[in-house]
Each structure stands twice: as structure tokens, then as C-alpha cells.
């Protein structure tokens, strides 16, 4: 990752409001796993609960190839969470700065960080078929199990 596009993504991280997902931290390698959606596209709400059990509900999302969805977001916790959709190694790498930098706050598509209670939405269009990731990178959560995958099938 290019020291110079981490630094520039992380100040825009932290200056812009947590219930948004737009901008472009964290979008590198992103095209794995599809792409930011248009909202006129969206075939499908799914509403994602993110708790303080470090769980989703639901962890398993089911998607077809071409598919733009809406993701309802609700942190019913008293925690903050976040929604982060990514490959397994993007999250992974990207929860090893989480880790050096706790209070990163996301705004960008694939992205978005809640403080207890809020809601939000990311839409996503899911273009290639295979598993998308998706976890909540604060430090600690992710280890507790906080993360799910979307099947992305082809019919």
C-alpha cells in the first residue's frame, strides 16, 4: 500500500461523519469483491444488526452475480462497530492497522463505522462470483468472531 494514499485515506477517515459511506480509504483491491452501488440499482434491502455479542445477524448472506444490494446497517450495541466489506486478506491486513490506529472511523463504499444505536447503509454491487468477506475491524472484535461471508452465486 502506498504510504503517501494510507496517510491522505486516513486523515479523510477521521474528518468525515461515521453514518455516511462514501470516499476512498480502504478501497484498494476492492474490485475483488465488486463495487460501490447506485442506489436507483438496488434490487434488495438485506438489514445487517452488528451486537455487542461480537456477532452479525445474519453471518451468512446469500447474493446473485450482477446483484446491487442495500445494506441496512444497526449497531444495537452500546459498543462502536463497524461494517467492512473486503477479501479475507484485505480485512485481515486492514485490521492490523485498526489495531495501530483504534479510533479510524470509515466513510467510504465497503465501509462504515456506527456509534451505538445509529444506522446506516452501504450499497454494494456484487459483479464476480466467489465469497465476499465482511467484519468489524475495531480491535478486538474481529478475533471474537465478529464477521460473515456473502455468497456471490451465479444464477
Known amino acids: 500500500m502506498n504510504k503517501h494514499i494510507f496517510s491522505a485515506g486516513l486523515l479523510g477517515a477521521l474528518a468525515m461523519p461515521a453514518a455516511l459511506a462514501g470516499g476512498t480509504h480502504g478501497s484498494h483491491g476492492s474490485a475483488a469483491v465488486g463495487k460501490p452501488g447506485q442506489g436507483a440499482a438496488v434490487t434488495r434491502t438485506i438489514t445487517v444488526d452488528m451486537q455487542d455479542s461480537m456477532r452479525f445477524t445474519p453471518q451468512q448472506i446469500t447474493v446473485s452475480k450482477g446483484e446491487t444490494v442495500r445494506f441496512a446497517l444497526s449497531n444495537s450495541g452500546k459498543l462502536k462497530h463497524e461494517f467492512s466489506l473486503g477479501s479475507e486478506k484485505e480485512l485481515v491486513e486492514h485490521y492490523a492497522v485498526m489495531k ?45 468472531g465478529m464477521k460473515g461471508q456473502i455468497k456471490v452465486a451465479t444464477h
Open 100 to 144: 495501530k490506529y483504534p479510533d479510524m472511523e470509515h466513510d467510504e463504499p465497503g465501509k462504515l463505522t456506527l456509534a451505538p444505536g445509529a444506522k446506516g447503509e452501504v450499497i454494494w454491487t456484487f459483479d464476480k462470483p466467489g465469497v465476499v468477506h465482511f467484519a468489524c475491524l475495531h480491535p478486538g472484535h474481529y478475533e471474537a
